[in-house]
């Protein structure tokens, strides 16, 4: 199948999703992980429709984004080292994996003197797996509590990665736990704007839109499998 083919396959698969728990799929942002792949094949995902490229390697969004200049809106998906902050700051419209407190008082501090304000979502493991970056489930609302009032930083949401397993089902209680958590943020946080769940890919994004995710991040299910 062509990366249109594909693309039409999976928000075909989103909108079945979110008819099974009476969502509307309009709410449901399809971000195409780019990962490895090159601006033609993009260009493609931009011509077929996508609006939204996720990038998990600082470095590979800085070398793709003039290919494309005002056109696509980008995210940074992937584990954020201190030292690249600041080619972040103007660049990326949403960083997915904010999961310490070093890197929320970098973003804010190199956020400040541009006057740009960094939206950011929270990673969270919840599924607690030593391979995975985020923040543990208890850790979250101490958390929240420490940076919500840095400048130059908004929260707008959490972000999970569930465990690969060969049933999509298995994922379930990973994305629940998600939106639970979410759900006692904003009530401890109202003056938050919680907008966001980034949960859901490639294996297992038709649970995550079941379960509540408006944000998922789709590789290999529109550009075929990584090389």
Do not use: C
Not at 36 to 44: F, G
Not at 94 to 106: C, G, I, K, P
Not at 159 to 182: I, K, N, Y
């Amino acid at each position: 199948m062509s990366i249109s083919e594909n693309i039409l396959a999976v928000r075909q698969k989103i909108a079945e999703a979110a008819a099974r728990v009476n969502r509307d799929p309009a709410g449901i942002k399809l971000v195409a992980v780019t990962k490895t792949v090159e601006p033609e094949a993009m260009q493609d995902a931009l011509t077929a429709g996508i609006q939204d490229f996720g990038e998990n390697r600082v470095q590979e969004l800085v070398r793709k984004q003039p290919y494309f200049n005002d056109w696509v809106t980008w995210h940074l998906i992937g584990h954020l080292q201190t030292n690249k902050v600041k080619q972040v700051i103007g660049r990326a419209s949403l960083v997915h994996s904010l999961d310490r407190l070093n890197l929320a008082r970098e973003l804010s501090g190199a956020a400040q003197p541009t006057g740009l304000v960094i939206p950011v979502l929270l990673q969270v493991n919840i599924s607690r797996e030593d391979t995975k970056y985020g923040l543990a489930p208890e850790e979250v609302m101490d958390f929240v509590a420490e940076i919500a009032s840095y400048p130059g930083l908004s929260i707008q949401g959490l972000m999970t990665m569930a465990p690969l397993a060969p049933d999509p089902e298995e994922t379930r209680p990973v994305f629940r736990g998600l939106a639970e958590m979410a759900q006692r943020v904003k009530v401890r946080f109202p003056s938050l704007e919680i907008r966001w769940l980034s949960m859901g890919m490639s294996n297992d994004y038709e649970v995550a839109v079941e379960e509540g995710a408006n944000l998922v991040r789709i590789g290999s299910g529109i550009f075929g499998p990584r090389n």
